[in-house]
């Protein structure tokens, strides 16, 4: 178990499956009580960490909504009366091409993943600097640092995370609250497995084994094989670490 996970509680946002959810099942398992916010139902990761013997609500939460943000902080502050962690899993992945992408499908990308990422760490940084102990986890993408085509509001946005991350850091660092994001590759989560394959790939599932090829660690990479970067990096082992960027992408992308 991670140190200093004990009866802290979370706030992990895409929770209600995914990537999300597995992140959710581990901090429960290490003593954290979770609430997921999410647009779509989060019933099942609300068991699953009752089913770890931790307490959890779920939140309907469109995080690009200034004042759905701010009712759910509300919510959660209602049942929990603090939040220590913070972990911005929701947002999108849509593909499109360039020549027919508009400022509408700009703006959408943008306001889910990197607007959503500012609100939600927004809503309980405050309370963190007032018990000066604090960890902010967010999701970039590998895509920030690979060749691929048709995804340019996407990795408009998981760039802007990186920078934001590593500019809160320098905001909160004297005050016990780190900021760190973590880039996963390819993973096989429900939305990655439903979506069109990328231009060069007949079926999805040739993308996750083309892709899995060009790793150092070539097998199909999982929700589980990011949990314990999460776990690690907001536990107190991780208190000397912020503004950091890590790859948990089977070694695909160096940085």
């Known amino acids: 178990m991670a140190k200093g996970h004990k009866d802290k509680v979370a706030v992990i946002t895409g929770g209600a499956s995914g990537l999300g959810q597995a992140f959710s099942r581990r901090l429960a398992e290490e003593g954290v009580d979770i609430a997921v916010a999410d647009v779509t139902d989060g019933a099942e990761t609300v068991r699953l960490?009752?089913?770890?013997?931790?307490?959890?609500?779920?939140v309907k939460c469109d995080v690009s909504s200034e004042d759905g943000v701010a009712a759910m902080a509300r919510a959660v502050n209602a049942t929990f009366s603090h939040v220590d962690i913070v972990i911005n899993c929701a947002g999108i992945f849509p593909q499109m091409e360039?020549?027919?992408?508009?400022?509408?499908?700009?703006?959408?990308?943008?306001?889910?993943?990197?607007?959503?990422?500012?609100?939600?760490?927004?809503?309980?940084?405050?309370?963190?600097?007032?018990?000066?102990?604090?960890?902010?986890?967010?999701?970039?993408?590998?895509?920030?640092?690979?060749?691929?085509?048709?995804?340019?509001?996407?990795?408009?946005?998981?760039?802007?995370?990186?920078?934001?991350?590593?500019?809160?850091?320098?905001?909160?660092?004297?005050?016990?609250?780190?900021?760190?994001?973590?880039?996963?590759?390819?993973?096989?989560?429900?939305?990655g497995a439903s979506r069109a394959p990328r231009a060069g790939f007949a079926t999805i599932e040739d993308e996750f084994l083309g892709v899995a090829q060009m790793q150092a660690i070539k097998r199909v990479e999982t929700p589980d094989d990011l949990t314990g970067a999460v776990s690690f990096l907001t536990s107190d082992d991780a208190a000397f670490i912020t503004g950091q960027t890590l790859n948990v992408d089977g070694g695909r992308v160096r940085s």
Do not use: C, H
């Open 98 to 191: 360039l020549a027919s992408l508009t400022f509408a499908d700009w703006r959408k990308v943008l306001s889910i993943n990197l607007d959503g990422t500012f609100l939600v760490s927004m809503a309980f940084i405050e309370g963190m600097k007032r018990r000066g102990w604090g960890r902010i986890v967010n999701l970039s993408s590998s895509t920030f640092g690979s060749v691929v085509t048709g995804f340019v509001p996407y990795v408009a946005s998981k760039a802007g995370i990186i920078g934001f991350t590593r500019a809160l850091a320098s905001e909160l660092g004297d005050m016990g609250v780190t900021v760190n994001a973590i880039q996963p590759g390819l993973t096989r989560t429900p939305g």
């Open 49 to 58: 960490v009752e089913g770890a013997g931790r307490k959890a609500i779920y």
